[in-house]
């Protein structure tokens, strides 16, 4: 039997995911989650061989929740489910031992198909993801040039990102317009649209 744990923030995909694996013969769906910061809790609670986690969860993302996972937990392979075809975020899910990597609009039958795999220790990868993720490579900005990237993305004042990351505004300044230049950017605008769409943020 294959006990799998399932993260997903969004309610409807998220019992649609439980519903799907529940009828697949050998798979058990021993937890179900809309926290990333819930994950390792949970794993450690019920020692899944398989975490199916989403990128975007609030409390801590996807891929960070993965890394922990894989300290914390390192029996129990992950395979990540997407909306966004963002090269960057495969690179970074293998830096943290991601098995699988799936976007969300693939057949039906993939996720199975990719969680009896992952549970095999098998790797699940688009290939035509993988082969824009090593065009595209990794995030040229530095921890914290993507955190005040991230912070103005919110649309805040750059007084407040400083007070936020507890850093000056000169500072602040420094780090976007480090950022703007290393991804060839117009401004902190263009600069956030191209973290954004590579998937570095």
Request: glycine share 8%; net charge negative.
């Amino acid at each position: 039997m294959i006990r799998v744990l399932i993260a997903e923030d969004m309610h409807m995909i998220r019992g649609a995911l439980t519903a799907l694996l529940s009828m697949e013969d050998g798979v058990e769906v021993v937890a179900e989650l809309d926290r990333g910061d819930q994950i390792v809790p949970a794993a450690l609670a019920t020692r899944p061989d398989v975490a199916v986690l989403d990128i975007g969860l609030p409390g801590l993302d996807g891929l960070s929740a993965a890394e922990a996972l894989h300290e914390q937990l390192p029996d129990c392979r992950t395979l990540v489910l997407t909306g966004m075809n963002q090269p960057g975020h495969l690179l970074r899910a293998l830096s943290a031992h991601v098995r699988g990597f799936i976007v969300k609009n693939a057949p039906a039958e993939t996720l199975a198909d990719g969680v009896r795999r992952v549970a095999a220790g098998e790797r699940v990868i688009d290939p035509e993801l993988l082969a824009m993720a090593l065009e595209t490579g990794s995030s040229p900005l530095t921890p914290r040039e993507t955190d005040v990237l991230r912070a103005a993305d919110s649309g805040i004042a750059t007084s407040e990102i400083a007070r936020r990351l507890s850093l000056s505004p000169a500072t602040v300044r420094n780090y976007l317009s480090n950022a703007i230049g290393k991804v060839g950017a117009r401004n902190r605008i263009d600069a956030i649209r191209i973290a954004r769409d590579a998937g570095w943020l």
